[in-house]
């Protein structure tokens, strides 16, 4: 009863800009954290941002300084601007929640189904 919705992945020129948004839906009582993957063909699927429920933000070496995370807690919606891009970025990339569904106790992980970023001339 949680949907994760991304959209603004595409295509951009190197050096360009990208901003990728994720709206959660659904029965949610509590979102602990929320957080950005990306994933290229036959490789691990690796962090690139997170942010906690208080706010505070973590970055992967490779985007730190060119990559922000951030959300609006009343839209439930994380947000990622992607500046400076490189091919190196090019990858699926993927919205996480770790959230509590209202009923339950646990918290668990939610992805979105993944948007295409490309970084091409």
């Known amino acids: 009863q949680v949907q994760l919705v991304e959209s603004g992945g595409g295509l951009v020129q190197p050096g360009g800009s990208l901003r990728l948004s994720c709206a959660a839906s659904?029965?949610?009582?509590?979102?602990?954290?929320m957080g950005w993957y990306r994933q290229t063909p036959g490789k691990q699927r690796e962090s690139v941002a997170s942010i906690t429920s208080v706010g505070n933000t973590n970055y992967a070496d490779s985007v730190k300084g060119r990559f922000t995370i951030s959300r609006d807690i009343y839209k439930n919606t994380v947000y990622l601007q992607m500046n400076s891009l490189n091919a190196q970025d090019t990858a699926v990339y993927y919205c996480n929640y770790r959230l509590r569904q209202r009923g339950t106790i646990r918290f668990e992980d939610y992805w979105g189904q993944g948007t295409q970023v490309t970084v091409s001339s």
């Open positions: 659904g029965s949610i009582a509590s979102i602990i954290a």
